[in-house]
Structure formats: C-alpha cells, structure tokens
C-alpha cells in the first residue's frame, strides 16, 4: 500500500472511531507512522482527506449498486427469490465491507449537517427511490397492484434498514435476520404482484 493509501485507510479508521471532529492530521499521521510534515506532501488539509476518504468509499458504494440493479430485461421475469437476492446482497456489502461500515459508522457520527444528509440521501433516500422506480415500472408492465410506488418501497425497504441497524449491533443475528427479510419478500412479492 503507497503512503496516500495508508493515509486515506488510517484516516477512515478514526474518522469511524473517534468522529471526523475529534481526529487531527497529527493523530492520522501517528496511525500511518509518518510526521505530520510528511502527510502534508500528499493532502492539504484534513478536510481532504476526509474528501478523498469519502470518494473512493462511494466510488466502491456506486460500483457495488451499479453490480446489483435490476436490467430493463429482467423485469417481467422479477420474482420474490430475485428480488430476496438482491436485498441479501446489500446487507451483506453494507454490514461486511470494512471500508463501508466504517464509513457508514463515520457519517452517522458527524456533526456536520452536510456528511448526516449524505448519508440519509446514500444509505436510505437512494435505496428507497431505487425500488420506487423498479415499482414503477413493474406497474406500468402491470405486474404489480397499482398503488403508491413510493409507499410500496418503503414498505418493502424498512425491514432491510432495520436489520442492517441491528446487524451493526448483533452480527451473530445474521442468518436468523435473513431468514425473516426472506419470508418478509415472499410475503411481500405474493401481496403486491398480479397473477401471471
């Protein structure tokens, strides 16, 4: 790992830790063993740090829900266990990749008002506004009860952002909370669907 690197790493470990108020570019150049001076060379400040150290996090984030997205092709043939997989997808990727954890444990820290929208607009607001659109169109296709498309995601968007909360707390629950998301899809897709 280069230096610019291990800084952007170190950094996101305290800036999770400790909030992005409490860290200082002397205890990031601590962590990364260099002097101060040093880190310097490679960032201006600590607030570009904390830019770079959020962009490549999205940068992951944005690949990862760009990998995952329902295609335009594959929506007649949507069912419980597609959409099931989906959802697993994302709590794994945001309960298990350390990059994201940390940042999402970052953001939900901060006392800056910008860095607590982002993370509402990224880790709620996106994901709920996803499936509206993918509810959209499944009832314009009308293989889905028109009702509300918003409505209809946050009603099937909650339990995942329930668990991924408590999966912070009790990563052991694991299985026992997938299991429950899955039965909850099931129900969910047997609610809302038209018969084919």
């Known amino acids: 790992m280069n230096t610019k690197d291990l800084i952007l790493a170190e950094a996101l470990k305290l800036f999770s830790a400790k909030g992005y108020d409490s860290v200082t570019v002397a205890m990031i150049a601590e962590n990364c063993s260099i002097k101060a001076p040093s880190l310097y060379k490679h960032y201006k400040s600590k607030r570009e740090i904390f830019d770079a150290v959020y962009e490549k996090a999205l940068n992951k984030y944005d690949s ?23 959802l697993k997808a994302v709590i794994r990727f945001f309960t298990h990749d350390e990059e994201i954890v940390m940042l999402r444990k970052l953001m939900k820290l901060s006392n800056d008002s910008n ?18 659109r993918l509810f959209d169109k499944l009832i314009k296709e009308q293989l889905m009860i028109a009702e509300d498309s918003l ?40 609610l809302v669907t038209k018969k084919r």
């Open 151 to 190: 409505s209809l995601a946050m009603l099937y968007d909650s339990p995942l952002l329930v668990i991924i909360d408590e999966l912070d707390r009790n990563p052991e629950r694991e299985e026992e909370l997938l299991e429950r998301l899955k039965a909850h899809s099931q129900l969910f897709f047997k």
């Open 115 to 132: 860095i607590r929208a982002a993370y509402s607009e990224r880790f709620f607001d996106f994901v709920i506004n996803y499936h509206k």
């Open 64 to 86: 990862f829900i760009t990998s995952i997205k329902i295609n335009e092709d594959e929506i007649t043939s949507l069912n419980s266990d597609i959409l099931f997989s989906k």
